[in-house]
T-cell receptor, first 119, second 114 residues
Framework: AQKITQTQPGMFVQEKEAVTLDCTYDTSDPSYGLFWYKQPSSGEMIFLIYQGSYDQQNATEGRYSLNFQKARKSANLVISASQLGDSAMYFC????????????????FGPGTSLSVIP | DAGVIQSPRHEVTEMGQEVTLRCKPISGHNSLFWYRQTMMRGLELLIYFNNNVPIDDSGMPEDRFSAKMPNASFSTLKIQPSEPRDSAVYFCATQTQGARNTIYFGEGSWLTVV
């Protein structure tokens, strides 16, 4: 079963505008974490932002913010003031299975959203 | 810090040949993941290790695939025999122990099996 869903295969945004990339997830673990990664055309995976399931505040990192709605199991990425360099694939990922006792966890990725920033 | 180092960066091989992909994690990182990325299937988790021990290999597609982590500074992913459908980018990623810690990716090994 798909644990992470990104319903937007492709998105376009005008330069300097804000854009929201959707991510919903499914887990029964009480403790989990959510990541967003960027993959430009060169192929490397770049970490953007992290949200823990117990975090009280939504995570922010510069122009990136995570709109975390725990009850709805959604963790949307908001990019403010889009730049041409933001054109890339964006992946939502989830860590689950972590406990202080086991320290084991696994990180799985969604299918990705391709973002194109238009000048 | 040198980051996660993968080799080879690119490999083209003939069907039936053995392929070995290598990964050197960031020093001090005790979890290591192997992922495969294709257009059709996206990023798939193949296997992950914690403190050099394989924890979950349920993502390994079939017996032709095997992975080892003989010590904290080295891991291999082997495909024997290789098939054209194994063509993909294989990423190694590592992290330190802890619920909040980021995973860091290598640059990937681009494999083409002809």
């Amino acid at each position: 079963a798909q644990k992470i869903t990104q319903t937007q295969p492709g998105m376009f945004v005008q330069e300097k505008e804000a854009v929201t990339l959707d991510c919903t997830y499914d887990t029964s673990d009480p403790s989990y974490g959510l990541f967003w990664y960027k993959q430009p055309s060169s192929g490397e995976m770049i970490f953007l932002i992290y949200q823990g399931s117990y975090d009280q505040q939504n995570a922010t990192e510069g122009r990136y913010s995570l709109n975390f709605q725990k009850a709805r199991k959604s963790a949307n990425l908001v990019i403010s003031a889009s730049q041409l360099g933001d054109s890339a694939m964006y992946f939502c990922a989830m860590r689950e299975g972590y406990t202080m006792k086991t320290s084991y966890d696994k990180v799985i990725f969604g299918p990705g959203t391709s973002l194109s920033v238009i000048p | 810090d040198a980051g996660v180092i993968q080799s080879p960066r690119h490999e083209v091989t003939e069907m039936g040949q053995e392929v070995t992909l290598r990964c050197k994690p960031i020093s001090g990182h005790n979890s290591l993941f192997w992922y495969r990325q294709t257009m059709m299937r996206g990023l798939e988790l193949l296997i992950y290790f914690n403190n050099n021990v394989p924890i979950d290999d349920s993502g390994m597609p079939e017996d032709r695939f095997s992975a080892k982590m003989p010590n904290a500074s080295f891991s291999t992913l082997k495909i024997q025999p290789s098939e054209p459908r194994d063509s993909a980018v294989y990423f190694c990623a590592t992290q330190t122990q802890g619920a909040r810690n980021t995973i860091y990716f290598g640059e990937g090994s681009w494999l083409t099996v002809v």
